[in-house]
């Protein structure tokens, strides 16, 4: 049981970082999120570095936790 809590806590948390579509959709563009962030500075700004950092952030945000649940579910 509790291995599929966190699986889901998981899986919720990463499709939660990454979305921008349903945020502007639902609370307006005065919402930040990290993925609205991104898809401005890609789309909008044409800032890519910094576009690319923020990936970066978001990827160590979702890889940090997920690797340390997992590393904590095998001890």
Known sequence: MKQGL???????FVCSLGQYVIPQ???GMGDEMIGNKIAQRVFSDRNLPLA?????????????PTLWLGRKREA
Do not use: N, Y
Not at 52 to 64: G, I, N, P, Q, R
């Open 6 to 12: 966190i699986s889901a806590l998981v899986i919720v």
């Open 52 to 64: 690319s950092a923020l990936s970066a952030v978001l990827l160590l945000a979702v890889l940090v």
């Open 25 to 27: 959709f639902v609370g």
